[in-house]
């Protein structure tokens, strides 16, 4: 090799030693401009979880996506039923919703277990969660027609129906069922488990995250933080909390091709399972891995 080769051979290895230096410099500050503290949710939540060690708080809302392979084992079973889809009737057919109304009281069940939520009248509900009391409607014109009749519900039953903002001139059971058969490919079909609870303040509430304790996971209603040169006013509150007992494992992944979508699966005690998907950076993932540590399942390598 000659003197000349040599020389452009330096130079072009000193070229691509540059370019990976200045590429391992470039990742450098993406990670620290990317990496995130959960200390200011974690002050404002740890009041609300009084004698537990709060582990982590989620900066992004938690979203169910809407396909699962578990879930495909229904569409098997209702791929002749697409036409009668809109159909309540049909739905508890493919849903084995036998008795509409004791179906109703089921689903209610596990949200009293799970959420804690103490279902009273409905407007005294309203207020419990921070929604606005309906108000009450005015007379209209005489030539107008009258106004649809709500649907009588128990006490009970109105409260439920206005935490999850459902319509009161349909049948709960009806608005239920549809609820189920739409997302059911992100959970177990069944809202009267642990994951169906814990869908149904999913589907109710946005900006929804996720924290965890030494002993309870909690699904929080909390806006985003804001801008550093604002005062953060939010007032987290406690939507739905679940033991760590009731949790046989969470199963997560790390991401398609490494975009900060991390899937993971829950599993309940009762059979039932929810997908859930945390779109948070890398940082915030790894926080979430360390607080379940305790928790059977399969963990990413992040």
Known sequence: M??????????????????????????????????????????????????????????????????????????????????????????????????PVVWVDAVMTPVRLAAGVLLLPGKAAAVAVGLPAAAEPEPGPPHQPPQREPIPLTEEQEAFRALFRLSQYRPLADQLAEIAYRRRYVFSGDLATLAGSMLLFLERYTGTPLAVTDTHLHLLRMGSRPDADRPDRRQPRLLWSVEHARVARIDSEGGVAGLMHFPSTIFFDDGSWIRIVNPATRDDQSRFLTAIRELPGQRPTL
């Open 2 to 99: 000659t003197s000349g080769e040599r020389g452009r051979l330096g130079r072009f290895t000193d070229a691509v030693l540059g370019g990976a230096r200045a590429a391992r410099d470039k990742a450098r500050e993406l990670r620290d401009e990317f990496r995130t503290s959960d200390e200011p949710e974690r002050a404002l939540v740890a009041p609300l979880v009084p004698g537990q060690e709060l582990r982590y708080v989620g900066l992004a809302p938690v979203r169910t996506p809407e396909t699962h392979k578990a879930g495909r084992q229904l569409t098997d079973r209702v791929a002749g039923e697409m036409a009668e889809a809109l159909d309540p009737r049909a739905l508890f057919g493919l849903l084995n919703i036998v008795n």
